[in-house]
T-cell receptor
């Protein structure tokens, strides 16, 4: 398996624009997680899905953030409108049951 | 609520020295999982180890070893004979079994390890 695949790897966008981050989990994994890494807040969980259903979105910072998982092999994290403070590295991870989480390479988002 | 504390922000050692990274955790759950991840300068998060709360046996994997002590709520990580390639940020993380998954992680703030020649 190629592991968790995220796209794009880097994204630079202007404030106010919509940004969509994409993730393909490892085949067979039933849980998918979106994490954000910033200097100020470290690594924090934004939302996670189990069997394509959102289970806990308490980490989503604002209504500007939304996430979907239309099927077992694809998820998106959307920010609309984006703001400079959204600049961070966004990681997608997948797991199965009580196994460890496998992380994607991350998407480095810069909002100018 | 769960919490992970990595008090060491940054550690610098000379190659071949041994180094221990500290991790202290808090949880009310009786069943939980502890992890260490490595984040090299390239930025990805690399899984190193998972330990469940019922298994206090220490583990050794090559130059890496982990010491889990429930009595002190600690899960420390030692690198023996450090190498320049060990330079990275190391994260300790906790997951509570009540969440139904081991991948809902609470991370510590990380320890940056710098190994020089």
């Amino acid at each position: 398996d190629a592991g968790v695949i995220q796209s794009p790897r880097h994204e630079v966008t202007e404030m106010g624009q919509e940004v969509t981050l994409r993730c393909k989990p490892i085949s067979g994994h039933n849980s998918l997680f979106w994490y954000r890494q910033t200097m100020m807040r470290g690594l924090e969980l934004l939302i996670y899905f189990n069997n394509n259903v959102p289970i806990d979105d308490s980490g989503m910072p604002e209504d500007r953030f939304s996430a979907k998982m239309p099927n077992a092999s694809f998820s998106t994290l959307k920010i609309q409108p984006s703001e400079p403070r959204d600049s961070a590295v966004y990681f997608c991870a997948s797991g199965e049951g009580y196994t460890e989480a496998f992380f994607g390479q991350g998407t480095r988002l810069t909002v100018v | 609520a769960q919490k992970v504390t990595q008090a060491q922000t940054e550690i610098s050692v000379v190659e071949k020295e041994d180094v221990t990274l500290d991790c202290v955790y808090e949880t009310r759950d009786t069943t939980y999982y502890l992890f260490w991840y490595k984040q090299p300068p390239s930025g990805e998060l690399v899984f190193l180890i998972r330990r469940n709360s019922f298994d206090e046996q220490n583990e050794i994997s090559g130059r890496y070893s982990w010491n889990f002590q429930k009595s002190t709520s600690s899960f420390n990580f030692t690198i023996t004979a450090s190498q320049v390639v060990d330079s990275a940020v190391y994260f300790c993380a906790l997951s509570e079994a009540l969440t139904g998954t081991a991948s809902k992680l609470t991370f510590g703030t990380g320890t940056r390890l710098q190994v020089t020649l």
